[in-house]
């Protein structure tokens, strides 16, 4: 069994900063790619940010210079750091991991969703 576990969220002024982290546990043998996704009310989920097992990282560019993904393979944790914030950042915001899982003495790949954290950014 694998679980994420997401954190960081919360209410947080216009120009202020977040981090958000997902710890993911259970019987992990690689993370492979990790994404940072975000859903607003009435919106249609969208992909924030990527980073590679390799450590190459793409953003949006709605936040391109504003939010850093990284990974800390040894924790199983992965972090999407939040600077500037805007009104228009407000969701919730998923990860999204993909792991390679030991089941029965054999890996296997398999995608991953963390449960969601809610993001408002507001005065």
């Known amino acids: 069994q694998v679980q994420l576990v997401e954190s960081g969220g919360g209410l947080v002024q216009p120009g202020g900063s977040l981090r958000l982290s997902c710890a993911a546990s259970?019987?992990?043998?690689?993370?492979?790619?990790v994404g940072w996704y975000r859903q607003a009310p009435g919106k249609q989920r969208e992909l924030v940010a990527t980073i590679t097992s390799g450590g190459r990282t793409d953003y949006s560019g709605d936040v391109k210079g504003r939010f850093t993904i990284s990974r800390d393979n040894a924790k199983n944790t992965v972090y999407l750091q939040m600077n500037s914030l805007k009104p228009e950042d407000t969701a919730v915001y998923y990860c999204?991991?993909?792991?390679?899982?030991?089941?029965?003495?054999?890996?296997?790949?398999?995608?991953?969703w963390g449960q969601g954290t809610q993001v408002t950014v507001s005065s």
């Open positions: 999204n991991l993909a792991l390679t899982i030991w089941m029965g003495g054999m890996t296997s790949p398999k995608v991953y």
């Open positions: 259970g019987s992990i043998s690689t993370i492979n790619a």
